[in-house]
């Protein structure tokens, strides 16, 4: 469906390419940072220079830098990395150009928001190179039923109609979950059961997928006909699939609402659809949705109103509706910023001194126009659709659906029914009709008081009016029912009862469905807040923002913690002080990837499992090393820079060694430097990593600096003339005792990221 030329059209057009874009260069730089920590390591090269060594071989080879990254890395990883050995070439390729597609492809997919996203990158990434057309991503629960995660390619149907798979079901997704290889169907499954896929006979791959050593779910990649898949387009799928394991819970929080909603909308009369909304800067992704302003559902009315529009579910908002498209902007960013729904009698709005429209003129769009917020980024749409549009016997069959007409003659004591009045309560066309004063036997026992006031009126002050009552039908189940009934008169003599029944159960229902639904939303929302408080809280217990720390002996140790500028913003930066049995004190400060609730829990994770293993009496790179181990194996495998130092009381010397985090800088005499140490990768990024570290011997009267990278980092500002800045504001500072020190620093050195910071000064006395 093509809009008109308003320019609407390319501008979601250009924003769609503009994020994909966005996306190609975050999965890139993800895989740049990888290969400067694998220089780092191995060179022992600062990040700066890391980054300039690794774009002066891109030029000096040919490569672009993307291509050389990807090179360095599968050198370092190894070809076993992953269980699955690196796939020969595709037909026509160099053995190192295929490793370095499928390189960038994984990378692609581990740095996906979405499991949603993840499947996009996969298809988009290497499969669609290989012929495949769609894919699949489901995550494994904990009852062993399969989710849908994510997929890319398939159509919303297919994709709704495969979203839960019960353990129960015997076929062949089970079947290789349950055996963990993977399965392959050149001319389709066959006997062994179904499959998504547009074909039975198309070929398909089913590939397992791991997560910390666990089965954590599964990954289907469809092509569009029979095809003979050889070991290397095989291996090349399997090793494209396997990272996807990594991200099948990522945006799943908030996705679980959507059946519920989806399901409550499909049993409106009334068109209605749901709307993804942009958020407001800050306030995080899109909890599984689509993106700004995106139709994400229809339900069957809004489908049948809409007509003939191919796959409408996942279409912009302004392709489906161009002629309302910025009055619904409007009503939609109302509704999310107040809170309240909002409400229009039709779209367009007409102007104020238009007149009447005439017999046969073209109606609004919508009418009656109702917008729900929902939170989350998402919200319900319900209209009406234009009654005069038509001939106008089909408007006034329209607005007879739903109702059952009744007359009753009180002189011949005769009552009449329409043939929809009987469903309604449940009776046979064959039974009886049923007189109005009869009818409160069939009424639930709290209504029969609201039908006797019907009567009343009709009979004692002949005026109609109509009540809602809940009809107990003999089969079972009750329906909602609108009575409404006028008096016939014959001069002043009430001769007989007209009206209508109206059966409003589906509505009632809806609206019970959609308030509870919007009440659950807003419980899930509430306890999402009150979980980051309570993590924020746990936070700050564990890493105060100006703590009484022990006084080890030799030192005077001073700390200090700055919480991120937004609140919301929960971060991960640690650090600990620990006097060790042997006489020995431990100084360690780190920092977890990323924010919120992960961050903090993997930051808590992390400093608990070095506070323990500092009473094992190694060495600080023996400590780094396990604790690489540690952060590989927790829960969402976070990334760190850590410093840890081992500082001895009787000789003063200092052991420490450092995992990709910013050099600790020593001032003595009025001069500060920064200490050189070896390069170690940083915590969580290669299994088995090596960490050395260095022997700094130390005098009293020495101040060593040990902080995060939010203490330095300024935006469109270089690390080394950050780092410059903190050497000319150390040495600035009198001299003082460490608390002292402690605060002027944080006055003096401000970050502007937003982003925690810790500082950790060290006195030697």
Not at 72 to 83: L, Y
Not at 207 to 220: M, V
Not at 451 to 463: A, K, M, N, V, Y
Not at 574 to 600: E, N
Request: charged share 20%; hydrophobic share 45%; aromatic share 4%.
């Amino acid at each position: 469906m093509a809009l008109p030329e308003t320019g609407l059209s390319s501008a979601v057009a250009d924003l769609t390419a503009e994020v994909a874009a966005l996306h190609a260069d975050r999965a890139r730089r993800s895989l740049l940072d990888l290969a400067c920590g694998v220089l780092m390591g191995q060179l022992s090269l600062s990040p700066a220079e890391a980054a300039d060594h690794l774009l002066r071989l891109a030029v000096s080879t040919g490569l672009s830098a993307a291509d050389l990254a990807a090179d360095i890395v599968n050198a370092a990883v190894g070809p076993d990395a992953g269980r699955d050995p690196v796939p020969g070439p595709a037909p026509g390729a160099a053995p190192a150009a295929e490793a370095r597609r499928i390189r960038r492809g994984t990378t692609a997919v581990l740095a996906s928001d979405t499991a949603e996203a993840a499947a996009s990158a996969l298809l988009e990434g290497g499969l669609r190179r290989l012929g495949a057309e769609s894919v699949y991503l489901w995550r494994r629960t904990e009852t062993d039923c399969l989710e849908l995660a994510g997929q890319a390619g398939a159509s919303p149907l297919e994709a709704a109609h495969w979203r839960w798979v019960p353990p129960e079901t015997d076929g062949p997704l089970h079947r290789a979950l349950t055996v963990g290889l993977p399965a392959w169907f050149p001319d389709g499954p066959g006997a062994e059961g179904r499959l998504p896929g547009p074909r039975a006979e198309a070929a398909r791959g089913l590939i397992p997928l791991d997560r910390a050593g666990r089965s954590a779910g599964l990954a289907l990649v469809v092509w569009p006909a029979a095809r003979a898949l050889d070991p290397q387009v095989r291996a090349t799928v399997a090793a494209l699939c396997r990272p996807a394991g990594q991200v099948l819970d990522r945006g799943a929080a908030d996705a679980a609402a959507a059946p519920r909603l989806t399901a409550v909308l499909a049993e409106l009369v009334l068109p209605a659809m749901l709307v993804s909304v942009a958020l407001p800067a800050g306030e995080g992704e899109a909890h599984g949705f689509g993106p700004a302003h995106t139709v994400d559902y229809l339900n069957p009315a809004a489908a049948r109103v809409l007509g003939p529009v191919p796959a409408p579910a996942g279409r912009p908002l302004a392709q489906l509706f161009p002629a309302v498209y910025e009055e619904l902007l409007g009503l939609l960013a109302r509704a999310n910023a107040t809170g309240a729904p909002q409400y229009a009698p039709a779209l367009p709005t007409a102007p104020a001194s238009a007149a009447p429209p005439k017999a046969g003129a073209a109606g609004p769009v919508m009418a009656e126009v109702r917008v729900l917020p929902l939170g989350g980024g998402r919200t319900a749409v319900m209209w009406r659709a234009d009654d005069r549009r038509g001939p106008p016997v089909t408007r006034a069959l329209a607005r007879l659906d739903q109702l059952a007409v009744f007359e009753e003659d009180l002189v011949a004591g005769t009552t009449v029914w329409s043939s929809h009045a009987y469903p309604v309560f449940g009776l046979h066309p064959e039974d009886p009709a049923v007189p109005l004063r009869a009818l409160g036997a069939r009424l639930h026992p709290e209504d029969t008081a609201r039908l006797e006031g019907l009567l009343g009126s009709l009979t004692d002050r002949h005026e109609g009016g109509q009540v809602l009552v809940r009809v107990v039908r003999p089969g079972g189940g009750v329906r909602r029912v609108r009575v409404a009934a006028e008096p016939v008169l014959t001069g002043s003599a009430l001769t007989g009862i007209v009206g209508v029944f109206q059966d409003v159960s589906s509505q009632h229902h809806t609206e019970v469905a959609l308030t509870a639904t919007y009440d659950q939303l807003s419980a899930a929302q509430t306890e999402a807040e009150l979980r980051d408080h309570l993590v924020l809280r746990l936070q700050h217990a564990i890493v105060p923002e100006a703590p009484a720390l022990e006084t080890p002996p030799g030192l005077r140790v001073a700390a200090r913690y700055r919480p991120a500028a937004a609140e919301y913003r929960v971060g991960g930066d640690w650090y600990d002080v620990q006097s060790l049995p042997d006489g020995k004190v431990l100084v360690t400060v780190g920092d977890i990837a990323g924010h919120g609730i992960g961050s903090a829990t993997a930051m808590i994770a992390l400093r608990g499992a070095l506070h323990g293993l500092a009473f094992t009496g190694n060495s600080p790179g023996r400590l780094m090393e396990w604790l690489n181990e540690v952060a590989l194996r927790t829960p969402g495998q976070p990334t760190a820079t850590a410093l840890c130092a081992l500082f001895d009381p009787a000789d003063r010397s200092l052991y420490w060694s450092g995992a990709g985090h910013p050099p600790v800088l020593l001032l003595r005499g009025g001069r500060a430097r920064f200490l050189d140490g070896a390069y170690n990768i940083l915590l969580g990024a290669l299994p088995g990593a090596g960490y050395g570290e260095t022997y700094t011997e130390l005098r009293s009267g020495d101040t060593l600096l040990l902080y995060t990278d939010g203490f330095i980092e300024r935006r469109h500002v270089g690390l080394d003339e950050s780092l410059e800045a903190l050497r000319g504001a150390a040495e600035r500072l009198p001299p003082g005792p460490a608390e002292e020190l402690a605060d002027r620093l944080m006055a003096a050195v401000l970050g502007d990221t937003d982003d925690d910071t810790s500082l950790v000064v060290v006195r030697v006395t």
